[in-house]
């Protein structure tokens, strides 16, 4: 990794809460930013989001003065992306946002090491994420919904963030 993908990957991953145990998720925030974020053809305005994450290789450049060498976007951007649109709809904060949406895919349990069996988790996982194989609620995506009134896996990020964040808390204050 070149010294500047790295100083970005390092500015990525600060803006992550981890729970505050001894354990680190390097090898999870690696592999999560060497995997490619694909926009289904069959969903609109996915590439909104995609938009989303380049506009934090923008802002890393500007404080940088140096622009990241990546092309694709990664899961790892994606994450970081959707958790500053959860802060802006929501009074939670991004880096929290950002674990919540971790923890909604079941990896808060990939600590180091990755072992070979959790990598395989963890790459099934986000296999289903990227390819919309998860559940019709949602369940193993970013966004499960107790009370879908669509097939999440049929419908923009958008509005699957935006109904999430209105079952998690109808009356408005989170």
């Known amino acids: 990794m070149k010294r500047v993908d790295y100083q970005y990957f390092a500015w990525l991953t600060s803006q992550i809460r981890t729970p505050p145990r001894r354990r680190t998720y390097n090898e999870l925030f690696d592999r999560l930013h060497s995997i490619e974020f694909v926009v289904m053809p069959s969903i609109q305005h996915d590439e909104n989001r995609v938009a989303d994450a380049l506009y934090l290789r923008q802002e890393f450049a ?12 990664s899961v790892l951007e994606i ?27 079941h990896l808060h349990s990939m600590y180091d090491p990755l072992t070979h069996h959790k990598a395989d988790i963890l790459d099934q996982t986000i296999e289903r994420l990227i390819w919309r194989t998860y559940e019709e609620n949602g369940q193993g995506g970013f966004f499960p919904l107790k009370e879908p009134e669509e097939d999440q896996r049929q419908i923009e990020i958008w509005y699957q963030m935006n109904a ?8 408005g204050g989170m």
């Open 164 to 171: 999430y964040v209105i079952e998690m808390n109808p009356l």
């Open 79 to 105: 994450i970081v992306a959707l958790s500053r649109r959860l802060e802006f709809l929501t009074s939670w904060a991004a880096d929290a946002w950002a674990w919540k949406l971790i923890k909604n895919l």
């Open 62 to 73: 500007e404080g940088e003065n140096f622009t990241p060498s990546l092309v694709a976007v």
